[in-house]
Nanobody, 123 residues
Framework: QVQMVESGGGLVQAGGSLRLSCTIS????????MGWYRQAPGKEREGVAC????????GYADSVKGRFTVSRDNAKNTLYLQMNNLKPDDTATYYC????????????????WGQGTQVTVSS
């Protein structure tokens, strides 16, 4: 059984930083492309930052390039998202995701999802 436990969300002022973590068990961690998606109220879920199994291929949504950094520690079975210079538009529920065919595939292609962690950015 795959378990994905996220942490690190919260309330932060615009310009602030947060670091999300996702610890995964029940699958061979270093065999899968992984990443972070987000969903704001009334909007579709979207890919934010994704990377392949050895971190040699990384992709970001245009809206977060230069501000967010995705990384993974295969020895700790943990995925990270460092978010800097946060903006109110970054407010959303953030989900870690695993096992999808290309960097930040459409959400319907993702096999495993975390439970989500709320990020709220105040202006």
């Amino acid at each position: 059984q795959v378990q994905m436990v996220e942490s690190g969300g919260g309330l932060v002022q615009a310009g602030g930083s947060l670091r999300l973590s996702c610890t995964i068990s029940g699958l061979t961690f270093d065999a899968y492309t992984m990443g972070w998606y987000r969903q704001a109220p009334g909007k579709e879920r979207e890919g934010v930052a994704c990377l392949n199994w050895n971190s040699e291929m990384i992709g970001y949504a245009d809206s977060v390039k230069g501000r967010f950094t995705v990384s993974r520690d295969n020895a700790k079975n943990t995925l990270y998202l460092q978010m800097n210079n946060l903006k109110p538009d970054d407010t959303a529920t953030y989900y870690c995701a695993a096992d999808f065919p290309t960097l930040c595939s459409a959400p319907k292609a993702v096999v495993y999802w975390g439970q989500g962690t709320q990020v709220t950015v105040s202006s």
